[in-house]
């Protein structure tokens, strides 16, 4: 694969069984596994048209989906626009290297720019490191850690 040999667009209904694929990969990368029924609703909310859900976006090499990505902009306390949370970032291990993942995180800026949304976020694991490597020279580690209920 060269570089830029793909398009990122928006997620389509048509593209289901090639998300779903990507998705299952992602998923197995976090060692996660979920329910159809969570496909099926995650998926619709990809495709949907509420401004307030998950927003969808893909690498697309002529008709093959390389990469995904999922997006939702919320409302935040400390400010009076919207912010963008990206929580959802996969390449196919084939494609990585080649652009895959900053074109995509480099669309969400572009579309929380759109949006008027003028801060994007995300998390990772800390080890990760592949990835972070991207994400440290686009982005900035902030000194926060993450908790959740137990």
Same mark, same amino acid.
């Given at each position: 694969?060269? &570089? ?7 997620l389509?209904?048509?593209?289901a069984? $090639? ?17 159809? %029924?969570?496909?099926? %609703?995650?998926f619709?909310?990809?495709?949907? @048209? @509420?401004?307030?859900d ?5 690498a ?21 626009e919207n ?20 074109a ?8 929380? @720019? ?10 990772? $694991? ?8 991207l994400?440290? &020279?686009?982005g900035?580690?902030?000194p ?7």
């Amino acid at each position: 694969m060269t &570089r830029q040999s793909f398009i990122v667009r928006n997620l389509r209904s048509e593209d289901a069984p $090639q998300w779903r694929e990507l998705w299952t990969a992602y998923l197995a990368f976090y060692e996660t596994e979920l329910p159809p %029924s969570v496909f099926d %609703s995650t998926f619709a909310r990809l495709v949907g @048209d @509420d401004p307030q859900d998950f927003s969808g976006l893909v690498a697309d090499q002529d008709g093959r989906l390389i990469g995904l990505t999922h997006f939702l902009f919320h409302r935040h306390g400390w400010k009076i626009e919207n912010t963008c949370y990206l929580q959802d970032l996969y390449a196919l291990p084939e494609a990585r290297g080649q652009g895959v993942g900053r074109a995509l995180i480099e669309s969400v800026y572009a579309a929380a @720019d759109a949006a008027g949304a003028p801060s994007v976020y995300w998390l990772t $694991q800390e080890t990760n490191v592949q990835a972070r490597k991207l994400y440290d &020279r686009i982005g900035t580690l902030s000194p926060f850690i993450k908790y959740q209920r137990a």
